[in-house]
Each structure stands twice: as structure tokens, then as C-alpha cells.
């Protein structure tokens, strides 16, 4: 069990969790998902953390063929501008690796944003923790539980 999982059980929300062999050599993790699995890109989200005007960290989940539009997600966050935060503090902040931070049962509780892509879905397929586990919930469950605002942050 992952934070994330123990985190969507302890809500009583409905989830599956998909588990798949990770190829280490994989260049996209959020592609190789999807395929492995089976299911529609569009489908599958990648967990993203910002630096926003320097100080404070926030979460922008979006689909994995796209980018994370920077200047989106600072406006959405009421910030001058957004960068990527460096990997140490993203692992450091979340307590995942890079490849499997999942918006779900992260260490500290960061302002999270959702693409508005993922309303269209009845279920959306999100890292579980960890590289090669998907747990595929409802888009308004996330929100929900994470208490993320939709928006368009997709490049």
C-alpha cells in the first residue's frame, strides 16, 4: 500500500488501482501507462509541482500528452509566475520519486489545480505512488479529496 491508496480507502471513495511491469528505459512514464494498461491518453494525468514566485510549492495534474502551462497555473494560484520546482524538493515535499508522485497522500498538503480535460471523464488515471501503479478514480472524487480547482493548465 502506498499513501495514496491508504489515503483514497480512508475516504471511502470508489477507486481501482492497476498495477503494470515499469520499464526503467520508458521515456514518458505517463505513455507508458496508458499503454500498458490499455486506456486513452487523454485519460491518464501526470502529477506536476510548481515553484510559485519563488516561495511556495503547488500541484498541477494534466494530461500526460500535454505540458503544464506555466503562466496557468500562476494565474490560477493568484502568483506572478510559476517554475518547476527542482526534483529534491519535490520528493522531499511529497514524499514520492519523480515518475510516481500522485496528487493522492502526499507528505504536506500543496494548492493543487486540475486541468478542466479531466471533467469530461467519468474516471481519470492518476499515479498510485509509485512507478508502474495507476489508481483510476473520478475526476470530482480527486477534487474532492485533494481539494483541487478545475482549470485549463494544459499547453
Known amino acids: 500500500m ?3 491508496i491508504n489515503s483514497a480507502k480512508h475516504a471511502g471513495i470508489a477507486f481501482q488501482i492497476h498495477e503494470y511491469h515499469h520499464d526503467t528505459t520508458a521515456h514518458s ?3 507508458e501507462a496508458a499503454e500498458k494498461l490499455g486506456v486513452a491518453v487523454k485519460q491518464v494525468f501526470k502529477t506536476l509541482v510548481v515553484k510559485l514566485d519563488g516561495k511556495q510549492l503547488a500541484v498541477g495534474i494534466v494530461p500526460v500528452t500535454g505540458q503544464l502551462n506555466l503562466k496557468q497555473i500562476a494565474k490560477a ?5 510559476a517554475a518547476m520546482a ?4 519535490v520528493e522531499r515535499t511529497t514524499g514520492y520519486v519523480l515518475g510516481g508522485v500522485s496528487p493522492l497522500g502526499q507528505k504536506k498538503r500543496l494548492a493543487t489545480f486540475i486541468d ?9 488515471y492518476v499515479s498510485a505512488g509509485r512507478r508502474g501503479l495507476e489508481i483510476e478514480l473520478s475526476p470530482k472524487d480527486l477534487a474532492t479529496l485533494i481539494q483541487a480547482t478545475f482549470v485549463p493548465l494544459a499547453a
Do not use: N
Not at 77 to 81: D, N, P
Not at 86 to 89: K, Q, T
Not at 116 to 124: G, L, M, V
Open 86 to 89: 527542482e526534483p529534491s524538493e
Open 116 to 124: 478542466h480535460s479531466a471533467e469530461h471523464f467519468a474516471s481519470i
Open 29 to 31: 512514464y505517463g505513455l
Open 2 to 4: 502506498t499513501p495514496a
Open 77 to 81: 494560484a493568484g502568483a506572478k509566475k
